[in-house]
């Protein structure tokens, strides 16, 4: 399934067959979690069962007892009344154990399923690739993992309870009533037309209501984490407003859709108290009429309003449940169709083992287009040979990320073939290929945790003094002892914060640790300023040395320490040499370096 697939369930307007192939997906799902706890399910499916025919004995009891009982009783007999009340006691007691064991069991088999949902997207969105992350928002992958899933829970924790004792209950009522007064029973009988129509109204309302309200909520969710997350952009654009209104907006919104659902509810419950009152005046006029004459004992007509009764206790629970069930049924459809998506970057079935890479790239009449007709890079062909310093520099849109990316296998080439070592990057082990190839971006993110666990995400195993050998070479020592607590300041916490080039400074100590063969700097310092550029030159230098680099920059202080320079154009190598041989000559290299010493001067 494609990205545009996933993104496509938030309309609403599916036809009938794109809605019974994302029911059938949804089914599949559900049947792949609830597959390792079977046993577990048949045992709290008999547990209910046996609870719940135990509860519904009692009115059955009752009305012996009063039936048979008392008359019993005016003759000094006890014992009919006796075992009546010890057999409603015995039942009352077994139904209350058994439902204690069955809200266990239903808890640990609800709880089993949403660990083992949370791991399962949490681990596939990780495994999907960089063009499933561009775009779909952080937003609506954090909705899947929070609210989607909280829905879920609320189904599993109380709704699958009331939907299963509710059916049972209402099954095992309507036979024991049948069983004692079948007239009464076919009253309920009677009952059950009007009450149909009403649950039928009420699910196809709700159906499009709840559908609509999961949407609402995501959107809210969306907004909130992209107001959050950009929240730099928002202070320095004043954009508060706009986003006091478009949140406003959302807000309302989902008041709206959650009003109109109430309102369905408002119809619902008092027509099923409506019916089930008429149904039980019914029974008992009825019922007195068969009493007078004889037909029937009044204990078994009182066992008949009881069970008539009780036959509509359950309704409104179940009810509530659609509305659990109506949640999670959409929050199990986006969930499913996340975990459908498949890398657009997949592993290699037979990967070919490279334990130690010599940083040899090439590509081999290599095509990239994101779209059939949206060719990024035209076919071109390029070697890089191992140990060599490649600068990439061109006009924004130029395709040098993509070029870079390529290298890294974040994605693959629509048409040739990027070799590292004459191996082809989709044929490498991917343990080989995230070892012999790091990208150093300019966002340099920094995880939750210490100084020095984030310079060890190069290399788990590194010894404290391997991390501090490190952030030596690449100069990054000397503001990392004047922090707080030196290595081991958290990030993340107050004292602890560092400067975009300090974070720069991190990544690329980080990147020195793993010692890969191949290492890619994507506008890696940017952020520095220029004296801290400067200062890193002699770390880079450190940090490049004796293997492949490709550098992406701006800056063309960076580009000196290059061995060779390709200028691209329109996703084209237009120029190819070293950085002296382009400064003489009269191309765009040329050009752009003549620029750039101009405004230094």
Known sequence: MSVVGVQGEERHDFTKEESRQIRR??????????????????????????????????????????????????????????????????????????????????????????IDLRKRVFLHTQKLSLEFHESYTSGRIISRQTSDLDAIRELLDSGINQLVQGVLYMTFTAIALVALDWQSGLVLAVALVPLFVLTRWFQQRSQVLFRRSREASAKLIVHF??????????????????NEKEFGDLVEDYRDVNAKVIQVFGVYDPGLVFIGNVTVAMVLLWGGFRVVDGSLAIGFLLAAVLYTRRFFDPMEDMAMFYNSYQSAASALEKISGVLEERPSVPDPVRPVDLWSA?????????????????????????????????????STGAGKSTLAK????????????????????????????????????????????????????????????????????????????????????????????????????????????????????????????????????????????????????????????????????????????????????????????????????
């Open 25 to 114: 997906r949804s089914l599949r799902l559900l049947g792949s979690l609830l597959k390792p706890l079977r046993w577990q399910v048949a045992w709290t499916a008999l547990v209910v069962t046996v609870s719940t025919g135990a509860q519904v004995a009692g009115p059955a009891l009752i009305g012996y007892g009063v039936a048979e009982g008392l008359p019993a009783l005016l003759d000094q007999d006890w014992l009919p009344l006796a075992w009546a009340g010890a057999a409603y006691l015995a039942t009352a007691v077994v139904g209350a154990l058994l439902v204690a064991v069955y809200i266990r069991q239903s808890a640990r088999i609800s709880q089993a399923i949403l």
């Open 358 to 394: 010599r940083g040899d790239i090439a590509f081999d009449d290599v095509e990239f287009a994101y779209t059939d007709d949206r060719v990024v890079l035209p076919a071109f062909d390029l070697a890089i040979p191992a140990g060599q310093t490649i600068a990439l520099v061109g």
């Open 225 to 242: 984490v992209e107001t959050m997350t950009g929240i730099r952009a928002v202070k320095a654009f004043r954009k508060e407003k706009r």
């Open 406 to 601: 390529l290298i890294s296998r974040f994605y693959d080439p629509s048409r040739g073939a990027v070799r590292l070592d004459g191996v082809d990057l989709r044929d490498l082990h991917p343990k080989d290929l995230r070892r012999a190839i790091v990208m150093v971006t300019q966002e340099a993110y920094l995880f939750s945790g210490s100084v020095a666990d984030n310079i060890a995400l190069g290399k788990p195993d590194a010894s404290f003094d391997e991390i501090v050998a490190a952030a030596r070479a690449v100069g990054a020592h000397e503001f990392i002892e004047g922090l707080p607590n030196g290595y081991d300041t958290d990030v993340n916490k107050r004292g602890g914060r560092v400067s975009a080039g300090q974070r720069q400074l991190i990544s690329f100590a980080r990147a020195f640790l793993a010692d890969p063969a191949v290492l890619i700097l994507d506008e890696a310092t940017s952020s520095l300023d220029i004296p801290s550029e400067r200062a890193v030159q002699e770390g880079l230098t450190t940090l490049l040395a004796d293997r492949t680099a490709v550098i992406i920059a701006h800056r063309l202080s960076t580009v000196a320490i290059a061995d060779r320079v390709l200028v691209m154009e329109w996703g084209r190598i237009v120029e190819d040499g070293s950085p002296a041989e382009l400064i003489g000559g009269e191309g765009r290299f040329a050009r752009l370096h003549a620029a750039w010493r101009d405004s230094l001067v």
